[in-house]
């Protein structure tokens, strides 16, 4: 029969319609706990490459016959061996172009809803890293949120809708991927904001993220409003998008909070946490729609694709909310926090503009899950 390759493009979009699809993933074990492509309804089976050196025929059972398998390895080559093999005993397999290496890549532009004034918000989601990027449309001008480090993705959207990137934020100095947004600005002659208490060690020029500041996008009546919102970093800032959306960046998402101890502080900021969860957010409309910058889960994807959720539902529903005695929050939070997210340290000196890794030391800084919630 036929080997097929498969792109990370391909699967995106099996996971955001809900498709079915049987994964033979021949990385070894940890590497395949750790992080693993998933989809609602993907199934896996784990074997090792070197376990099916000497013949493919003992696990062939164990894979359905009324699904496509897709082959998976880190980089391609494995899973290309593996697919072969499969594929001389009669059965139609695809392999991972690129492997885990592009499926970590891969970004794929969502639309959340309409804006004021004919605006568009679009959500650009990372599916192999948990990383979620905005850009606001309105009248031939673009703001970009917490974009990654693929800055041609963007370039290319806004192109593709014919609007002028005018405005690149960053609502705090990321320590789980390599940020694009300064790129981004000094490609476009965008203005690029970060939060200054945040910024303290950068080495180069930006524009002060302030509480409160609005910029206006195109020229209508859309505005995006900067909430000041610390916890996860202490100058961690949210968004208001036109009245409707709340961009948390890594302080709330969907199923969990944010971690405060990616700076080694987290005694001093799990209070700074409490405080914009238990009373800035609770001060706000509850039917705002929360956009965070992350998720964990594939629980947390809705039909759509899209990773949102009403505010006054997160108050329901997210534990993380509903911690009425500090004591207890402080404790659950900083006793409870999950393994560091890989390379942040470097990370964030990157986004310090402190060193200037290449794009292959890049990708290994960023192989892995995302690891910036409490849940």
Known sequence: MTVYKMTAAQVARKVIENKKMFILDVRNHNAFEDWKIEGHQFQHLNIPYFELLDGVDEILPKIPTDQELLVVCA??????????????????????????????????????????????????????????????????????????RFTDVFINFAKEKNVTIKHVFDTHLHADHISGGRQIAEITGATYYLPP???????????????????????????????????????????IVDGKYLLTGDILFIDSIGRPDLAGKAEDWVGDLRETLYRRYRELAEDL????????????????????????????????????????????????????????????????GRVTPDDEEQTEMEIGPNRCAVR
């Open 289 to 352: 729609i929360v956009l965070p910058a992350h998720f964990m889960i594939i629980d947390e994807i809705n039909e759509d694709g899209t990773v949102a959720k009403r505010l006054g539902d997160l108050f329901n529903e997210n534990h993380g909310l509903n911690i009425a005695d500090e004591k207890e929050f402080r404790q659950t939070v900083t006793e409870h926090l999950p393994p560091q997210p890989n390379a942040y340290q470097q990370i964030r000196q990157v986004n310090m």
């Open 75 to 148: 980089k391609e080559g494995s899973s290309v061996m593996i697919a072969d093999m499969i594929s001389q005993t009669g059965r139609d397999v695809y392999y991972l172009e690129g492997g885990m290496k592009s499926w970590s890549m891969y970004l794929e532009p969502i639309k959340v809803g309409d804006l004021t004034g004919g605006g568009e918000l679009y959500q650009f989601v990372r599916l192999g890293k948990g990383c979620l990027s905005y850009m606001v449309i309105s009248e031939g001008e673009a703001a970009i949120i917490d974009a990654v």
């Open 197 to 239: 208490k945040d910024a303290e060690d950068v080495v180069f020029g930006y524009t002060a993220l302030e509480d409160e500041l609005t910029v206006q996008i195109g020229a209508s009546q859309l505005e995006v409003g900067a909430l000041y919102s610390p916890g996860h970093t202490i100058g961690s800032t949210s968004f």
